[in-house]
């Protein structure tokens, strides 16, 4: 039971205040930050409020997981369902660099905290198995063989390189990822022409 109050037709402002609290004291300050009197000052109430809408702080934590993940859910699904090009799946990249402080603080909670870590992989199957729905889809209307390009490659090389930009970029050395990402760019030109890429151009900048 995540709750041990049930929220009446008034009361899911307080609730939503404090999950609003407790994700920005995660994103600025990390997961550690997350207490009932912080949570309770940012949001302008009285700590005692947490544990009256959360029995533990991992409730807390699920809950504020769970939030963001459902619209994460529900807007992926959306997106397979518009049946993206593999082109548009590709530009999707700037929009996942912002959720990563978000994910890598779930990720360090997740190895204190077993409940946490069951949650997240859970949505993460999920959600990695629409993905590769939409990769699949765009690479099949591209006419493009799976022994040429599979799926599940395009998927892990296109979204791995952009989760490891994000988290370079937190620790500062998100510079030299211009070849990477025009390397990839021209894959997806090359499959979209139906002409495999034989020689790399490097960015003109780096020429």
């Known amino acids: 039971m995540a ?22 004291l995660l994103i600025e300050e990390g ?3 997350v207490t009932s009197r912080r949570v309770g ?3 302008g109430l009285a700590p005692q409020l947490v544990h009256y809408y959360f029995r ?5 934590f699920l809950a504020v997981f769970r939030r963001r993940a459902d619209v994460g859910l529900d807007l992926l699904q959306d997106l397979v369902r518009s049946r993206p090009t593999l082109q548009q799946l590709w530009e999707l990249r700037e929009i996942g660099l912002t959720t990563t402080t978000f994910s890598l603080e779930f990720m360090a909670l997740a190895n204190h905290r077993k409940a946490i870590r069951s949650a997240i992989v859970e949505y993460y199957h999920r959600y990695r198995q629409l993905q590769l729905d939409a990769f699949t889809a765009a690479l099949a209307d591209l ?21 490891l930009i994000a988290i370079d970029g937190e620790v500062g050395l998100g ?6 990402v025009s390397f990839i760019q021209q894959q997806i030109d090359g499959l979209a022409a139906g002409e495999p890429v034989t020689r790399f151009q490097a960015p003109s900048d780096q020429r």
């Open 143 to 163: 006419g493009v063989p799976e022994e040429r390009c599979p799926p599940l490659v395009a998927q892990l090389v296109m979204v791995g390189i952009t989760q």
């Open 175 to 180: 510079s030299g990822y211009e070849t990477v």
């Open 31 to 33: 997961y550690a930050a």
């Open 3 to 24: 709750s041990r109050h049930q929220a009446g037709p008034t009361e899911p402002t307080t609730r939503d205040q404090l999950l609003d609290a407790a994700e920005h």
């Open 41 to 43: 000052a940012r949001a």
């Open 56 to 60: 533990t702080m991992d409730d807390l």
